[in-house]
Nanobody, 115 residues
Framework: QVQLVESGGGLVQPGGSLRLSCTASGIIFSIYVMGWYRQAPGKQRELVATISSGGSTNYADSVKGRFTIYRDNAKNTVYLQMNSLKPEDTAVYYC?????????WGQGTQVTVSS
């Protein structure tokens, strides 16, 4: 079956960095659009960044210039490098694999930005 497993979350001080990873199994990873979404308490899930099979990227305005999404098709893994983290980046971050209606989601990893 399809599995998306996220890792790399944790507690970090404002201005710090984290790198999230999402490793997929059960899909032909290289043809999927991969994305990172996040959901803060009491808020709706929102797009953070996506990367197409060809490597084109898209970012939410709130993270442009601070976050970078990239993929390693040989490892079936998508990454989210997060720099200059702010308290408002605190959320559960979810990995998504999209090829059409539905798609697949990981279980999420908590990122907390606090001093």
């Amino acid at each position: 079956q399809v599995q998306l497993v996220e890792s790399g979350g944790g507690l970090v001080q404002p201005g710090g960095s984290l790198r999230l990873s999402c490793t997929a199994s059960g899909i032909i990873f290289s043809i999927y659009v991969m994305g990172w979404y996040r959901q803060a308490p009491g808020k709706q899930r929102e797009l953070v960044a996506t990367i197409s099979s060809g490597g084109s990227t898209n970012y939410a305005d709130s993270v442009k210039g601070r976050f970078t999404i990239y993929r390693d098709n040989a490892k079936n893994t998508v990454y989210l490098q997060m720099n200059s983290l702010k308290p408002e980046d605190t959320a559960v971050y979810y990995c998504n694999a999209y090829l059409g209606p539905g798609g697949y989601w990981g279980q999420g990893t908590q990122v907390t930005v606090s001093s």
